[in-house]
């Protein structure tokens, strides 16, 4: 993108404001930076923890496997949500966790498929279950981050009416914070999306009364796997 008229605009806001314009980038220097230390000293497995028990307060079924067993764990959740039609990314982890020919011979399963176009929306708009990986996973909020691409479709977290996320236990981190700076010092250009996802769709803005479903997925699923 190409900024034009920027030091002609920036000009004339300095004159409004009275002052002349800065002619050097100013710096921050935060002198405290709280956020930081929020669960800083955790290790792994506590954050493992401190995630499994806020999937209780935000209404997400939680698992846990290695991956020897991932199969057979998510075998159990899609029967769980009673089998349909079934939507997942095209991620390149599925091979490296051994569940693309699994996902390939599942029934009635469909591979996001960018030459598709829009029919990959209305796949996932009849589907009853999608399947994606988390990115980064905050373990604070039970939070799954999700970067939307070509092979990973916008409407593959919210169209479906049940969702499973599979949580390489490697990508939990304590909170928002972390989120940030791993976005901030990717090498690779950030998603035009970046879905942060905290369990089932659900809302209590009228009257406190408690409502899923509301623009997302009805029921979700994390399944953790601990040694990825």
Known sequence: MTITNRESF????????????LTEKPTMQWQHMPQLDVLRDKTLDELLQ???????????????????????????????????EIVYSKDPRFEQLG????????????????SKGQDNVQIAERANISIVISDLTLAESGTIMVQTNEHVGRSLSYLPTNSIAIIPKGTIVPRITQAAQFLRKSKVPVA??????????????????????????VKMTYIIVKDA
Not at 57 to 83: F, K, M, P
Not at 101 to 113: A, G, R, V
Not at 193 to 215: K, Q
Request: aromatic share 4%; proline share 3%; net charge negative.
């Open 10 to 21: 920036l000009t004339n806001i300095a004159g409004r404001l009275g002052r002349a314009p």
């Open 50 to 84: 401190i995630l499994i028990e806020q999937c209780g307060n935000i209404h997400t079924a939680v698992s846990t496997c290695t991956v020897a067993n991932l199969q057979v764990a998510l075998q159990n959740t899609i029967a769980d949500y009673g089998n349909g």
């Open 99 to 114: 569940i693309t020919t699994f996902l390939k011979e599942l029934e009635q399963s469909h591979e996001w498929d960018a």
């Open 192 to 217: 035009s999306s970046v879905h942060f996802i905290t369990g089932p769709s659900n809302s209590a803005d009228i009257e406190m009364n408690l409502v899923v479903g509301v623009h997302g997925p």
